[in-house]
Structures are given as structure tokens and as C-alpha cells.
């Protein structure tokens, strides 16, 4: 309830940017949280093709038959309940054993490292990892990061015309503590907030795509058996992997309403 008011707070102070910003409310799908969104969907995919070939201009992509196909198999299964016919779906594996991670960009690019696949462990583990990170571009958090940032800038920007008649050293130290906070108190709340949206959507996808829901605390639960050391979630972008898996484990009955074999 707090994340929407904060979010709805935010849509009626951007009003005053002027016409364009109007359009700038938006609602999540399946979660129905209130956003902020001051860039269209369109430029959000433009940005989304530019960072996919970027990346794939410096990481090796994987040559293996089997694991390609596995990826594209649950891809497009994921894809078929995504609903977006206006993304381009891609997949591709990066060879990269040491980095257990997977990325979605808005117009339907995703990757997977391999090094993620130990923990995923089967595909119905797997599509966990792609739903989460499918969700991400469906529920456009590119394109709210982007906007929040926007009104951060400003943000500082009236902070500065109001200290205009202060020291320099007094509007450094204003700047600096303006910049802890907003980090702190917003932006990396903000990004948990996403991850848990992005869990809560995910699973809900895997589910509608013909994978068992109980797999997505269950690969929580194996990376947490391996993982060591974690920044405190208040100070981190992910949600603490027991908060998480709780969280997960909550949206199982509802997500059991979408699943069938």
C-alpha cells in the first residue's frame, strides 16, 4: 500500500512538467502497483535492442546444442503467455561458468549465463529464472528507472536553486546527504520493490507456461546453500534470499490457479 501511494504521489507532482506527463501513470500488470512512466514503450525497446548488442559484442555466446535448445524451449513457452506480439523474442546463452545471471530487455531480448544453470537444475528451475527476468521488461521497470531518475535530477536541480545564496561548502554537503538519501530512501527500496513484482509476476507466467510454481523457492533455496555473504537488505538492489523465498512461497496458491502440466 505504501510502494502504490508513494508511486501515485509521484504521478500527481509530475504533472507539473507539463501536458506530456499525463500519460505518465501507469498501472503493473497482474499486481495493479501504480507507476511512474515519462518514456514510451517504444524508446524503452530501442534502448533495450542498443544494450542487448552491446553486450553480446563483448560476452562469448555458448555454441552447446543442448543447453541453446533447452533455453529457447522454455523462452518461447514463457513468450506464448507473456502476450507481447509487438517483441521481437531472442535468446541467447553466454558462456560465462562464473556468472549466475540472466537478463530480459524490453522488446523481448533475453540471455542466460551459464553459470546459472547449476542452480536452476531442471526447466521448470530455469523458467523461474526467465519468467522473473521476462517480467521485468513486461512490467516496463527500464522505463520507470529511467523516470525516476528523471525526477531525481530535478529533483537536485530545485534543491540547488533554493541554496543558490549558501557556501560552497553547504551546498556540497546538502548534494552529498540529498544523494545519500535519495539512494537509500528511494532508489534502492524502489529497486526491491521491482524484484518482488518481478517474483510475483514470474511465477505467475511460469505457471501459465506449464511449469510446477514450487520450483521458484526451491532454486532460492539452492543458491542460498552456496552463497556467501550478502550486503544487508536494506543496503541492497535484491531482496535477502530468505525474504525472498518467503515472499515466493506466498505466491504459490495464486499461482497455482494459472498451472497446468
Excluded at 530501442?46 to 555454441?63: Q, T
Excluded at 549465463?113 to 536452476?120: A, K, N, V
Excluded at 538519501?181 to 521491482?194: D, E, H, K, M, N
Excluded at 513484482?197 to 542460498?224: C, N, S, T, V, W
Aim: net charge positive; proline share 5%; glycine share 8%.
Amino acid at each position: 500500500m505504501k510502494t502504490r501511494l508513494k508511486a501515485t504521489l509521484l504521478c500527481l507532482l509530475v504533472l507539473g512538467l507539463g501536458s506530456a506527463a499525463l500519460s505518465g501513470c501507469a498501472t503493473a500488470p497482474y499486481t495493479g502497483r501504480s507507476q511512474l512512466l515519462l518514456i514510451s514503450e517504444g524508446e524503452e525497446m530501442s534502448l533495450g535492442l542498443k544494450s542487448y548488442n552491446e553486450v553480446l559484442k563483448k560476452e562469448k555466446v555458448s555454441k552447446d546444442p543442448q543447453i541453446n535448445a533447452m533455453v529457447k524451449r522454455v523462452g518461447t513457452r514463457i513468450a506464448a503467455v507473456a502476450n507481447k506480439p509487438e517483441y521481437s523474442w531472442e535468446f541467447t546463452v553466454i558462456d560465462n561458468p562464473k556468472t549466475a545471471n540472466a537478463f530480459a530487455l524490453p522488446g523481448g531480448k533475453v540471455a542466460v549465463y551459464t553459470g546459472i544453470l547449476p542452480y536452476t537444475k531442471n526447466e521448470a528451475g530455469l523458467a523461474f529464472v526467465m519468467a522473473h527476468e521476462v517480467a521485468h521488461a513486461l512490467a516496463r521497470h527500464g522505463g520507470e528507472r529511467v523516470s525516476q531518475n528523471l525526477l531525481l535530477q530535478l529533483g537536485q536541480q530545485g534543491l540547488n536553486v533554493a541554496i543558490a545564496n549558501k557556501s560552497p561548502e553547504a551546498v556540497q554537503a546538502v548534494n552529498l546527504g540529498y544523494g545519500v538519501a535519495s539512494t537509500v530512501g528511494v532508489a534502492l527500496p524502489f529497486s526491491r520493490t521491482q524484484e518482488y513484482e518481478a517474483d510475483h509476476i514470474g511465477i505467475i507466467l511460469m505457471a501459465k507456461a506449464g511449469y510446477d510454481p514450487q520450483e521458484a523457492p526451491a532454486f532460492f533455496e539452492r543458491m542460498l546453500q552456496t552463497k556467501q555473504g550478502s550486503p544487508p537488505e536494506f543496503l541492497s538492489t535484491h531482496p535477502a534470499d530468505q525474504s525472498r523465498i518467503r515472499q515466493l512461497r506466498s505466491y504459490i496458491p495464486e499461482a497455482m490457479k494459472y498451472y497446468r502440466k
